[in-house]
């Protein structure tokens, strides 16, 4: 049960992440271009991610989490990052 809860954290942190990423640019299909010039935005992110990783190990106890392995983290990454190409396909349809 514990292990569902970190996974749910995770994927659903890694979601959000890219979804963020996403929605950068509302019309343009490359959304990473430009993204390291908005220093806020990658701050945030950073330090979301940063904190996550930081819930999910070391703070059990008080998020009720275990650590993950690195299979499972790739795994929540993966899952997360599968949004951006269905993403590229929706802006490609013309409205």
């Given amino acids: 049960m514990v292990i569902e ?3 749910q954290m995770w994927a659903d942190l890694v979601l959000q992440v890219f979804n963020e990423i996403n929605s950068r640019e509302m019309e343009k299909i490359n959304v990473f ?3 390291l010039d908005n220093y806020v935005f990658v701050g945030v992110i950073s330090a979301t991610v940063f904190f996550q990783i930081v819930i ?3 703070l059990g106890t008080f998020a ?3 650590p993950l392995t ?3 983290w ?3 990454l993966f899952v997360g990052f599968l949004g ?3 993403a590229a396909r929706l802006k490609k349809i013309p409205v």
Avoid: D
């Fill in 74 to 76: 790739f795994f929540c």
């Fill in 64 to 66: 009720n989490t275990t």
């Fill in 84 to 86: 951006m190409p269905i």
């Fill in 5 to 7: 809860v970190s996974y």
């Fill in 56 to 58: 999910v190990e070391y």
């Fill in 33 to 35: 271009k430009g993204i």
């Fill in 70 to 72: 690195l299979a499972q």
